[in-house]
């Protein structure tokens, strides 16, 4: 059975800065891609960060710059460190994974993710 457990989220003044950490258990896929997904209340569920097993990246626009996501294969664990945190960051933080390779814009789409986490909470206050 697939579980993914997340850490990190916190409440934080804007500019600050927050890393999260998501663990995979139960996942033996040797290719897949694993990825961070935010939603905020009233709005849909969006794509912030993915990576997949070979290291490729991609980021929605509102974060590049700020925010860095990286793999440990080994230990199955994807973090996402967030940078010049701003208000508009404010949102419940799902990590996401999927067995098997997508394209880099398949990356953020939450509907090509078969496994999710509870989420964790990051505040930002301005």
């Known amino acids: 059975q697939v579980q993914l457990v997340e850490s990190g989220g916190d409440s934080v003044q804007a500019g600050g800065s927050l890393r999260l950490s998501c663990a995979a258990s139960g996942f033996t896929y040797s290719n897949y891609c694993m990825g961070w997904f935010r939603q905020a209340p009233g709005k849909e569920r969006e794509g912030v960060a993915a990576i997949d097993s070979d290291g490729d990246t991609n980021y929605a626009d509102s974060v590049q710059g700020r925010f860095t996501i990286s793999i440990d294969n080994a230990k199955k664990t994807v973090y996402l460190q967030m940078d010049s945190l701003k208000p508009d960051d404010t949102a419940m933080y799902y990590c996401?994974?999927?067995?098997?390779?997508?394209?880099?814009?398949?990356?953020?789409?939450?509907?090509?993710?078969?496994?999710w986490g509870q989420g964790t909470q990051v505040t930002v206050s301005s």
């Open positions: 996401a994974a999927h067995p098997g390779r997508l394209t880099a814009r398949r990356l953020l789409v939450p509907d090509d993710y078969s496994f």
